[in-house]
């Protein structure tokens, strides 16, 4: 939800809804992209031993990340936090699907 004159992000202020949905958008993807890895490196021996369950609550974690740093966006409870996870899995999966692979090419 938008709240005129009180929504901004780093001082920029944000009156349509879209405007939030992008910001919310980069900045999550932004955590994917630094802070997983991070945290995949950090917890491989636990993975192993959940056999990957623990990916599962990291990706869980990021998300409520994002949604303490955004108070538009609204994430009450384990189980809708749970269900967001999977739906960003989704689309991650359905768009790594249609991008082109890179090829290393040796010399």
Not at 18 to 35: D, R, T
């Amino acid at each position: 939800m938008v709240i005129p004159g009180e929504s901004s992000f780093l001082g920029f202020p944000l009156t349509q809804r879209w405007q939030v949905i992008v910001i919310v958008g980069l900045i999550l993807g932004l955590l994917f992209f630094f802070l997983k890895p991070l945290l995949d490196i950090i917890t491989f021996p636990l993975k192993i031993l959940t056999f990957g369950l623990l990916g599962l609550i990291i990706s869980m974690i990021i998300i409520k990340i994002t949604d303490f740093l955004f108070k538009e966006l609204i994430i009450s409870g384990v189980v809708p936090l749970f269900w967001t996870t999977l739906i960003v899995w989704g689309v991650n999966l359905i768009i790594s699907f249609f991008l082109p692979k890179r090829r290393v090419v040796k010399q």
